[in-house]
């Protein structure tokens, strides 16, 4: 589900010029969510349950970020334990681990202003797939980003406009000029 948790709101402290809406399927990280954004003082951040892009009617955003379930349902470390500490359905992404994405990238498309960007953190072996089914739903300008290990595991990709990662990256990072950094 498009989750902010206590990492996503970190992020929008650089981001309060922004409005912010997260959404997830489980009322409970709402909850959590709700919470930590309180405590913060972020009031730039509206919580929905949704699943996916159900509930958001025709909202348009200029970024969606997400980080749905992408393990395979058929990976052991689901029977021997090894994956135990989140709940199976933030997990398990089906079969080949990219049932999510087959909801989400020709969807997200309704719901992303012209020019705006996606973002999908993806496991490893992934990236390929997600490309070949970004490019097939028309978007443009994909790029996939390598973790520390240098393993794929994001995927970015712009909706009506060539925007390149390092356009992205100095985008996300751009803060107006009444804004500073503490």
Known sequence: ???????????SFLFDFCFLFGCCFFLMEIGLSSKNAFFNNLDNIQFLKSDWFQELDTKQFDLIISNPPYVDSTDPG???????YEPRLALDGGHSGLD???????TALNHLNYGATIILEHAFNQGEHIRQYLQENGYISISTILDYSGHERVTMAGHGVTMGRDQ?????IQLPDNITRS
């Open 100 to 106: 999510a994405y087959h909801q989400i990238i020709p």
């Open 78 to 84: 689901f029977k021997n334990g090894e994956i135990q």
């Open 1 to 11: 589900p498009l989750q902010i948790t206590e990492r996503g709101l970190t992020g």
């Open 168 to 172: 992205v990256r100095t985008r996300l």
